[in-house]
């Protein structure tokens, strides 16, 4: 085969169908826009990674934002998974602190870049609130939890969603300082937020001092 032949082989190579040309952009773009979010982010740049034409990025997409909505909904589709399929499975209420815990990091071990995606997405630079609000549906999960905790030690359940956001926040704060460190081990860093959270809560029948207002 000539040199000329060998080019025009490659040339020919065949053309990806549509859905493997959309599926494409989606890998490329989530790594654009986990390493310099969407308003860091051209259309230009993601055809150029994709070596294709801004047209392509357009027609599939109708622009970035078209392909930061996919992006995100898709990554939050498999977090809301998990995490939905660990407070659900039943067990003990420690058992379930772990669980959710290890579900979030088995997530940014597997999607470090949707992780990312998601966090810059909380903090404000995203079109919405989308993380947000998942951590607003899981809380109010939690709470339901608490609350029937809380009765179980004889106490009133109206503090129970406060409760709930601190369990949130500590699991998702230190899921973020994780995707950075990678050390100790997910199951190491899920067994010790687990060991604080229940430890903090099997003390809930001591009085809480609340220093006077003013």
């Known amino acids: 085969m000539t040199e000329q032949q060998d080019l025009e082989r490659v040339v020919r190579r065949p053309r990806m169908t549509g859905a493997a040309r959309r599926e494409q952009l989606v890998a490329v773009g989530r790594r654009v826009f986990a390493a310099k979010g969407i308003d860091g982010t051209s259309v230009e740049e993601i055809a150029a990674t994709a070596v294709v034409s801004k047209p392509v990025v357009y027609e599939h997409f109708g622009g970035k934002e078209g392909l930061y909505a996919v992006v995100v909904d898709r990554e939050l589709s498999a977090l809301t998974e998990r995490v939905t399929a660990a407070l659900t499975a039943g067990g003990t209420d420690r058992e379930t602190i772990e669980r959710a815990a290890l579900a979030l990091l088995d997530y940014i ?3 470090p870049d949707g992780f990312r995606i998601l966090v810059r997405d909380v903090s404000g630079d995203a079109p919405s609130g989308t993380y947000a609000s998942l951590l607003s549906d899981v809380a109010a999960e939690v709470a339901h939890l608490l609350s ?10 109206e503090h129970a969603p406060m409760y709930a956001q601190m369990l949130v926040g500590l699991v998702s704060l230190t899921g973020q300082w994780w995707l950075e460190t990678r050390a100790p081990g997910k199951e190491v860093v899920a067994a010790h937020m687990a060991n604080l959270a229940w430890h903090g809560l099997a003390g809930l029948g001591h009085p809480v001092e609340v220093p006077p207002a003013g």
């Open 109 to 111: 071990e597997e999607s």
């Open 148 to 157: 029937d905790a809380f009765a179980m030690r004889g106490l009133g359940g």
